[in-house]
């Protein structure tokens, strides 16, 4: 079993879309629904609902996303992001429930199936991103955050907040929202959102002192959560991933913004930053992504995991039948 790290460093324009794994094949789908178990496909990972209604298979593909379209496929970034999603819910029940229950194959998670909150819980340490790039055209109220004036690009926020978004369906554009509308819409009650709240910033907090004892700072971060059979309110998805939070190398943080450069990132925002310079903002034809910025990508996913869990990651393959789903029912 190769490590991911010797693939990747084999890779070029036409062989990485041989390496990629885009999700369940058809004939998967097939099968599945002969076994009268149902399946559905967010933006990266595809969702298998087993038997007895309690549990969920999550398959993680390769797909990048960005402003919500599929950009292309990162090769092996689905077991890379399966094994981090592990690390992370699994350190996170330090301080949250979450829906964790086991990795039965390198691209799958098993997991406690609820009745998810349909938002996402965007919590922000830093000015970066949209939240930045709103800022810079004036406004100070986002999604019912109040932002104090003569804040600088990349600067620490005076404490983090929260500006959840609605969860819209795959590929289709979440919109900001404040946790009064999200309230208003029913997606949660009052006292729903104030405990859905509190669970948010206690796991940003332990996320940030995780990640900072490997020189790393946590900018900013999404998280879901969902209901229990229970009433329990439990994280559900994944948990501080590059896919869906943003980090910065801490050592040089300070000096790079003194000469008014961006920080050094460790996520996926070099992706998007290459598809901002081209004019893309997820409207009209997605810009081709050269194949060395995809397998760089992987390899930027694979250092921070790696250092994470404390081992390389190896993997079997990545073709559609090796993610053997009928076998894990």
């Known amino acids: 079993m190769k490590t991911i790290r010797e693939i990747l460093a084999s890779l ?25 178990v149902a399946s559905y496909t967010g933006k990266v990972r595809d969702v298998v ?29 689905g077991t890379i992001l399966t094994a981090i999603s592990e690390f992370w819910l699994k350190e996170a029940q330090k301080v ?3 829906h964790y229950l086991g990795r039965p194959h390198e691209r799958v998670l098993r997991t406690r199936r609820t009745t998810p909150f349909k938002a996402e819980v965007v919590v922000r340490g830093h000015l970066a991103g949209a939240m930045l790039r709103s800022y810079k055209e004036g406004t100070r109220d986002y999604c019912g955050a109040k932002l104090p004036d003569g804040l600088g690009d990349y600067a620490e926020l005076p404490k983090p907040i929260i500006t959840p978004t609605t969860k819209a369906a795959a590929f289709e ?14 997606v949660c009650t009052a006292a729903q959102w104030a405990e859905i709240e509190t669970k948010a910033f206690a796991l940003f907090a332990h996320g940030k002192k995780v990640l900072a004892q490997h020189g790393w700072i946590l900018v900013d971060t ?41 920080p050094e990132m460790l996520d996926k925002e070099t992706v998007r930053r290459y598809l901002l310079e081209r004019g893309f903002k997820g409207d009209g ?9 995809l397998v760089a990508l992987a390899n930027l996913y694979l250092d921070v995991t790696e250092k994470l869990v404390g081992k390389p990651l190896r993997t079997d393959g990545v073709t559609p039948q090796q993610v053997a789903i009928e076998s894990l029912l």
């Open 12 to 36: 070029d324009e036409s062989s990485a879309p041989q390496h990629a794994y885009h999700g369940l094949s058809p004939e998967q789908r097939a099968r599945l629904a002969t076994l009268d």
């Open 49 to 77: 609902y087993l038997p007895g209604g309690d549990e969920l298979l999550i398959v993680h593909s390769d797909r990048l996303t960005a402003f919500d379209k599929l950009i292309s496929m990162v090769p092996y970034k």
């Open 96 to 98: 949250v429930p979450t």
């Open 173 to 186: 554009h979440d919109e900001n929202a404040s946790p009064a509308e999200l309230v208003r819409q029913e």
């Open 222 to 262: 999404k998280y879901e959560f969902g209901r229990t059979g229970s009433g329990e309110i439990i994280v559900i998805d994944e948990v501080h991933t590059p896919d869906s939070s943003r980090f910065w190398l801490a050592k040089t943080y300070a000096e790079r913004l003194a000469r008014a450069e961006a």
């Open 285 to 293: 034809p997605v810009p081709h992504v050269p194949v060395d910025q």
